[in-house]
């Protein structure tokens, strides 16, 4: 089955404690992308990666970071979480290798941190 | 950058009647416009799309329009159902990002 798969689902950390969050696609998907999502502000997107090892800024970037060392994978690095990162985070694949096609989103990661 | 604006923030409609759902861009450059749908506690999904060489896109009871000049685009459905009961993101794209409006909660009453 195509999908994106995400892990984990839910997440409760505490300040400055690292973490990743983990997304792999099976669809041979070159263009992968993060986003947050919070009440009234819709989905912002983070960071994306149109091929292996081509990452950049999204529109809110601080404080994350990502690596795209294969295609499948895109993880979602934390180095210093804080409370205003608590947010419902979403990972998403797309064919191509710009962002002009259909987007396929994971399950999503709801992120706690306290 | 880009900047989607997408009004209403909320819509509540009888079941049968339409719903329109409006949003505007910033980036003249911006060429692809999806729209997603998603339900409560589920993940986004695209539901229709449109590129900036087409004016209007039809898939059953959902349409959507796009007037280049003013720079915006249009949702429209059409015979409205409880299942159609979610919150719809309308998004830009010029190639590198995809920016998303702050979505529409959409209350279909039956």
């Known amino acids: 089955e195509a999908q994106v798969t995400q892990n984990p689902r839910y997440l409760i950390t505490v300040t400055g404690k690292k973490l990743t969050v983990t997304c792999s696609q099976n669809m041979n998907h070159e263009y992968m992308s993060w986003y947050r999502q919070d009440p009234g502000l819709g989905l912002r997107q983070i960071y994306y990666s149109m091929n292996v090892e081509v990452t950049d800024k999204g529109d809110v970037p601080e404080g994350y970071k990502v690596s795209r060392k294969e295609k499948r994978n895109f993880p979602l690095i934390l180095e210093s979480p804080s409370p205003n990162q608590t947010s419902l985070y979403f990972c998403?694949?797309?064919?191509?290798?710009?962002?002009?096609?259909?987007?396929?989103f994971g399950q999503g990661t709801r992120l706690t941190v306290v | 950058g880009e900047n989607v604006e997408q009004h209403p923030s909320t819509l509540s409609v009888q079941e049968g009647d339409s719903a329109v759902i409006k949003c505007t861009y910033s980036?003249?450059?911006?060429?692809?416009f999806p729209w997603y749908k998603q339900e409560l506690g589920k993940r986004p999904q695209l539901i229709i799309d449109i590129r900036s060489n087409v004016g209007e896109k039809k898939d059953q009871r959902i349409a959507v329009t796009l007037n280049k000049t003013a720079k915006h685009f249009s949702l429209h459905i059409t015979e409205t159902q409880p299942e159609d009961s979610a919150v719809y993101f309308c998004a830009a794209s010029g190639g590198n990002k995809l920016v998303f409006g702050a979505g529409t909660i959409l209350r279909v009453k039956s």
């Open positions: 980036d003249s450059a911006s060429n692809y």
């Open positions: 998403a694949s797309a064919p191509g290798t710009n962002s002009n096609t259909e987007a396929f």
